[in-house]
């Protein structure tokens, strides 16, 4: 959060400079520049500031990739289950963001130090809390996450259990409109007796 | 003046909506014919006045009046022709906008063509539409004015996103819009007939075609969103479980289950409150996705809005929506009568089990999305929801759905005799055994879930023929009698064959590029090389290039096999100078067996290196030409004659309230 409120100063000093005091605006204003000046250096700027917080580009760059290779699927591997913690929903494998890029290098750098994948997962989660898991931990927080989709499965499963058996008892009571008579229950399980 | 005329008529448009809302419903509860029939003029005129606000939004982009806000915003005036149309969408109230215009198009539809519609039933269906269009409406003028103006003008605008400036894009929310609002047709009849208090046959046949048109544009806007991440984003990724790909998701799920259920209201007369149900759940659907996107409550790859006022008020609206039909539906939905009855294995039952698995898998997405937004919200720790989760719950469930989707059209409605059906089918399972040996010896071994989605998708399409072959009679009578049948086959039941085909042939595609993808990253010299998935990519160069209204770095590379040359690939880097953002155009060439797909990146070093990505990504069409196939055969099935020719005329016309004293 600390990157934001640093994002918000400087808008508001840029803002501050356009727009700010009168007095300072207008002694800044040359009498040769049009109306719509400021607006427009305002727009440019949160648009560059905009386009350096988001760009779609290219993430692992060659110069990371390890030299051993079952180090670097590895990597990769792990990589693939962080999420790149400034990015929106994006895992660091797949963001070119400069955070994305420090955190693959830590990646490799534990990976290089001997740790096993878990080690290296852990020590992500101690430095960036669960949110850095795109895959969620298992714990009371997540338990509704967790056990959400057999509950929903198993609620929709007795929705269809109880249709299936008010129906055959409906079906019961609708194709038998009167009930058997002696004589013919008895009937009937003879007929029963001698199918089996 | 023209932006002025277009908010003016906008304003019109709220106030004829009211009326609409209004009038027709209180007629149709009086029995006023005169009353009822102001659903149509007031439908028609509706739909007249957003179109011309429509028109003059998009008249600003075209001529690029930067005097409007929305213009500055989100043109330029070097941006191509194409772009300012697709600008007029690419934004907040722009699509908004674009919304409302499809709503009231879909309302005057139902007002033209809905001659045999009963006047009761068709006073209610444009009165629930209408309502929900005033919320629209409201939303739009009081929080998101499209055609708000700036003074002064600004000399030009700030150019539209440069990742939406693409053909993919630019008619993505099109046809994600036409599926999102179609299914407000759904829930209108869905409302409309908990108003009656009846459901029938008739009924089904009326609200079908709707659906599935809003299906198949919705299939439309998933893929075509699914294609420009694979070749915009620049890594060859389709899918991400992000929240606004959820969002799109969701419906489709439960506009899939409706689609099914509605079957069996209209053949069988039985799952009606069933129906009714996911009718409301897809259209709620549709409005959570829009909400999720529009209101900034993710902030995420594709949400461009963020303003907790506009946000709480779509809360609202979806409360009020959502909330409200399902007071309707629990106080008015146990009492729809059924009368089809079934055994557990049969075509209904076959039915109700992808509905049930729909629906869930709907529930399931729903969770993932908005946990960590719920958690955060009680103040809980952050979490994330990422691919992991929604593979390892989502996965599971389709794969007995697939399973079960070979079997169920040879189910016989009522009762059936699944045994029987098992060695009819005896050829697809040993098809699909074949086709998962026959990869692992071609391919070598790869994951497990690949693996089981190759056969599944092997298994599914042998399935769908045999099927096809029985219902012809294929080698049981002569040929050309077969081929007769062929002929004569309803189209709905085409329909169904090729979108169960298309479905096989996308799971393919899944599997095929989930488990088998090759990847190579590094830099290179011209002259260089390196083989990708069998390929040899031969890096011939780069050069500077200048485009419309961005500069671009084309880098060229040969693609040989065996000393063969295959295809000349050029992959661009784009950059915009007016928002200062790089994008990446990825140079794909397609084949049977999967795409050839190379990126070029960053320059490296003083020698004319360039970092580059090479991937082959085995199958990957096949998903688009799945999906493809899934809209063709949603296409033809509303073609079918008897959607046409029109719903049979109910029985009796007396209210149900009336029927069952």
């Keep these: ?196 | 003046m023209i932006a002025e005329a277009g908010h003016f008529a906008l304003v019109l448009a709220l106030f004829v909506a009211i009326v609409q809302a209004v009038v027709p419903m209180i007629g149709a509860h009086r029995g006023n014919a005169v009353w009822m029939a102001m659903d149509k003029p007031s439908a028609i005129s509706q739909v007249l006045l957003v179109a011309f606000a429509f028109g003059c939004l998009t008249y600003s982009h075209v001529v690029s009046d930067f005097s409007v806000v929305n213009v500055v915003q989100n043109s330029h005036s070097l941006k191509p022709m194409l772009y300012k149309v697709a600008g007029v969408w690419g934004n907040h109230e722009g699509s908004l906008l674009l919304w409302v215009f499809i709503l009231a198009a879909f309302g005057s539809a139902v007002a033209l063509f809905g001659g045999n519609l009963p006047p009761t039933l068709r006073a209610r269906v444009l009165g629930v539409q209408s309502l929900i269009a005033v919320g629209f409406y409201l939303f739009m003028l009081l929080t998101s004015n499209p055609f708000e103006r700036v003074f002064p003008p600004a000399l030009d605008g700030r150019d539209l996103n440069p990742l939406l400036q693409d053909p993919g894009l630019a008619f993505h929310p099109p046809f994600l819009y036409l599926g999102y609002v179609g299914f407000s047709m759904a829930f209108s009849f869905a409302i409309a007939a908990l108003i009656e208090g009846r459901v029938d046959a008739a009924w089904a046949r009326w609200v079908r075609p709707w659906t599935l048109a809003a299906w198949s544009f919705l299939t439309v806007g998933i893929a075509l969103g699914s294609w420009w991440a694979y070749y915009e984003l620049g890594w060859g990724g389709w899918w991400f479980w992000d929240p606004v790909e959820n969002a799109s998701f969701m419906p489709w799920l439960a506009g899939t289950a409706l689609l099914h259920s509605a079957i069996v209201v209209e053949k069988r007369d039985t799952m009606k409150t069933w129906t009714i149900f996911l009718a409301i759940l897809a259209f709620s659907m549709s409005l959570l996705g829009t909400f999720l996107v529009r209101s900034g409550v993710l902030t995420s790859v594709h949400a461009f809005a963020t303003d907790p006022e506009r946000g709480v008020f779509i809360l609202l609206l979806l409360m009020i929506v959502i909330g409200g039909s399902l007071v309707l539906f629990a106080m008015r939905g146990p009492a729809l009568r059924s009368t089809g009855v079934f055994k557990p294995i049969s075509r209904e039952g076959g039915l109700l089990l992808n509905n049930l698995v729909m629906s869930t898998g709907c529930a399931v997405v729903l969770l993932g999305t908005l946990y960590p937004l719920f958690l955060d919200a009680v103040g809980g720790t952050k979490v994330s929801v990422g691919p992991p989760f929604f593979n390892s719950v989502f996965i599971p469930l389709m794969v007995p759905m697939f399973m079960a989707m070979g079997f169920g059209p040879f189910l016989s409605w009522k009762r059936a005799d699944i045994v029987q059906a098992a060695l009819r089918l005896k050829i697809a399972f040993i098809v699909a055994a074949l086709a998962v040996a026959a990869v692992i010896a071609l391919a070598g071994e790869g994951p497990f879930l690949a693996l089981v989605g190759l056969g599944l998708a092997a298994w599914l399409v042998t399935s769908t023929l045999v099927e096809l072959a029985e219902r012809v009679k294929l080698f049981r009578e002569p040929l050309v009698a077969s081929l007769g049948r062929l002929m004569r086959q309803p189209r709905a039941s085409w329909g169904m064959t090729m979108a169960h085909l298309g479905m096989a042939i996308a799971i393919a595609g899944m599997a095929g590029a989930g488990g088998w993808k090759v990847e190579s990253i590094q830099v290179m010299k011209p002259g260089d090389q390196v083989n990708v998935g069998g390929y040899d990519y031969t890096f011939v160069g780069a050069r500077q290039g200048q485009g419309p209204n961005y500069t671009i770095i084309e880098g060229t590379f040969r693609v040989s096999k065996n000393g063969q040359d295959v295809v000349t690939l050029k992959a661009e880097k784009r950059n915009y100078p007016v928002r200062q953002m790089p994008t990446t155009e990825a140079a794909i060439h397609s084949l049977f067996s999967g795409d050839l797909y190379a990126v070029i990146g960053d320059p490296d070093g003083q020698d004319g290196g360039f970092v580059t990505r090479i991937y082959f990504n085995p199958l990957v069409a096949w998903m688009w030409a799945g999906s493809m196939l899934m809209v063709f055969g949603g296409v033809i099935s509303i073609s079918d004659r008897r959607y046409r020719i029109g719903a049979p005329a109910r029985r009796n016309r007396k209210p149900a309230v009336a029927a069952n004293p």
């Design chain 1, 1 to 196: 959060m600390a990157d934001c409120s640093g994002a918000q100063k400087t808008l508001r000093m840029i803002f501050g400079f356009l727009y700010g005091p009168s007095g300072a605006g207008r002694s800044l204003r040359s009498p040769g520049l049009p109306q719509w000046w400021r607006p427009a250096v305002a727009g440019l700027v949160v648009a560059l500031l905009l386009a350096l917080s988001f760009s779609p580009v290219l993430a692992v760059e060659p110069s990371e990739v390890l030299d051993d290779p079952v180090l670097e699927v590895r990597a990769r591997e792990i990589s693939k289950g962080l999420r790149c913690v400034v990015c929106q929903n994006q895992s660091i494998d797949d963001s070119n963001a400069d955070l994305a890029r420090d955190m693959r290098v830590l990646v490799r750098e534990r990976l290089l130090a001997g740790d096993s994948n878990d080690q290296v997962t852990d020590y992500m989660v101690s430095r960036y809390g669960d949110f850095v898991l795109l895959n969620p931990p298992f714990k009371v927080a997540t338990y509704a996450l967790w056990f959400g989709p057999l509950l929903i499965i198993g609620l929709g499963l007795f929705v269809v259990v109880v249709f299936y058996r008010r129906r055959s008892s409906t079906s019961v009571a609708e194709t038998t409109p009167a009930a058997l008579s002696n004589e013919e229950s008895r009937r009937l399980e003879d007929l029963m007796k001698d199918e089996t």
